[in-house]
Nanobody, 121 residues
Framework: EARLVESGGGVVQSGGSLRLSCTAS????????IGWFRQFPGKGREGLTY????????YYSEDVKGRFAISSDSAKNTVYLQMDNLEPEDTAVYYC??????????????WGQGTQVTVSS
């Protein structure tokens, strides 16, 4: 069964950092693209970044470019999202999602359950 499990969310002060993890199982890890999204209360999901385990390419939205960094560890079947200089406006539920095709961004097919990130001022 294909699964994505996020971890690493929590409460952090403004200006602080968090690293989220997305561990995949039931997927051919080297053949998928994994992305991170977030959802604010009452809003739709916003695509932030993805990494292709197929060709190594990455993408960042303008909102997070320079503050967030995505990386992949194939030995652990895990993709990380390093978030630095967090602001209260980054408070949201963060999700990872996977797909075989990066051209389907941001409409990836497989989703994790999400992890809450709260940034206090």
């Amino acid at each position: 069964e294909a699964r994505l499990v996020e971890s690493g969310g929590g409460v952090v002060q403004s200006g602080g950092s968090l690293r989220l993890s997305c561990t995949a199982s039931g997927f051919p890890f080297e053949s998928i693209v994994i992305g991170w999204f977030r959802q604010f209360p009452g809003k739709g999901r916003e695509g932030l970044t993805y990494i292709s385990n197929i060709d190594g390419t990455t993408y960042y939205s303008e909102d997070v470019k320079g503050r967030f960094a995505i990386s992949s560890d194939s030995a652990k079947n895990t993709v990380y999202l390093q978030m630095d200089n967090l602001e209260p406006e980054d408070t949201a539920v963060y999700y990872c999602a996977a797909d075989k095709l990066k051209t389907r961004w941001p409409f990836f097919i497989f989703w994790g359950q999400g992890t809450q990130v709260t940034v206090s001022s």
